[in-house]
C-alpha cells in the first residue's frame, strides 16, 4: 500500500524531554517536508530536504532538528529547545529534484498530535 | 498582514448548495495554487492544482484564479454531507524548495 507514513498518531512529552516523530514513504519521492499546524494559524514550514543527506530549515526550524539518511525517512525531533510544542505535525512529499520540484504538489501523511504531560 | 487571507467560516450550506470558498494574497511571485481538502484529525488532501490563471474544473469542483485581483477561488456543485471538512488553500512561487504558503482554512458543514 503505498503513501506516507506518519507515526506515532498521538504522542506526549515531558518537560525536558526530546521527542522524534517518524515520517516514512514508499512513493520514491525526493523531496521531503515537515510543517506545524496550529488552530487559527495554518500550516507553517518547519524543516525540507530535497535530496538525502541535505535539508535546510523551514520559517520555524527552532528547537527542531531532523535527518534525512534514507530516501524513504525523514524523522522530526522536536527537542526540549521548543517551549510550545503542541501541535499538529504532518509531513509531506514531492516528486522531483532541483527545479523540478517546484512543479509538483506535495502530499500529506495523517500527522502527528503532540502534547505536553 | 498575512501573505494569504482566508476567511475561517465555519460556513454552513445545506445539501445539494453551490459552495464558494476564497483565497486572496499579496505577493505577485506566486504562480502555483492548490486547495487541500483536510478532515478533522488527518491531512490535507490535494483536491485542485492550478498554474497562473484560469479555470479548472474536475468532477463536482472548480478551481479558479485571477492572478490580476490576487483572488482564488474553488467552487463546489451539489454539495454532499461528506465535502463536511476544512479547506485550505496553499499557493507558491517558481523559487527554489518548493515552499508552500498556506491560507488558514475555511470550516464548511454541508448539512442535510
Known amino acids: 500500500d503505498g503513501g506516507i507514513t506518519q507515526s506515532p498518531k498521538y504522542l506526549f512529552r515531558k518537560e525536558g524531554q526530546n521527542v522524534t516523530l517518524s515520517c516514512e514513504q514508499n512513493?520514491?519521492?525526493?523531496?521531503m517536508y515537515w510543517y506545524r499546524q496550529d488552530p487559527g494559524q495554518g500550516l507553517r514550514l518547519i524543516y525540507y530536504?530535497?535530496?538525502?543527506?541535505?535539508?535546510q530549515k523551514g520559517d520555524i526550524a527552532e528547537g527542531y532538528s531532523v535527518s534525512r539518511e534514507k530516501k524513504e525517512s525523514f524523522p522530526l525531533t522536536v527537542t526540549s529547545a521548543q517551549k510550545n510544542p503542541t501541535a499538529f505535525y504532518l509531513c509531506?512529499?514531492?516528486?522531483?529534484?532541483?527545479?523540478?520540484?517546484?512543479?509538483?504538489?506535495?502530499?500529506f501523511g495523517d500527522g502527528t498530535r503532540l502534547s505536553i504531560l | 498582514q498575512k501573505e494569504v487571507e482566508q476567511d475561517p467560516g465555519p460556513l454552513s450550506v445545506p445539501e445539494g448548495a453551490i459552495v464558494s470558498l476564497n483565497c486572496t494574497y499579496s505577493n505577485s511571485a506566486f504562480q502555483y495554487f492548490m486547495w487541500y481538502r483536510q478532515y478533522s484529525r488527518k491531512g490535507p488532501e490535494l483536491l485542485m492544482y492550478?498554474?497562473?490563471?484560469g479555470n479548472k474544473e474536475d468532477g463536482r469542483f472548480t478551481a479558479q484564479v485571477d492572478k490580476s485581483s490576487k483572488y482564488i477561488s474553488l467552487f463546489i456543485r451539489d454539495s454532499q454531507p461528506s465535502d463536511s471538512a476544512t479547506y485550505l488553500c496553499?499557493?507558491?512561487?517558481?523559487?527554489?524548495?518548493?515552499?508552500?504558503?498556506f491560507g488558514t482554512g475555511t470550516q464548511l458543514k454541508v448539512e442535510l
Open positions: 509531506a512529499t514531492t516528486q522531483g529534484t532541483g527545479a523540478m520540484v517546484g512543479n509538483q504538489p506535495q502530499h
Open positions: 492550478t498554474y497562473s490563471s
Open positions: 530536504s530535497q535530496i538525502v543527506n541535505d535539508f
Open positions: 496553499a499557493m507558491k512561487g517558481t523559487g527554489g524548495g518548493n515552499k508552500l504558503t
Open positions: 512513493l520514491n519521492h525526493d523531496a
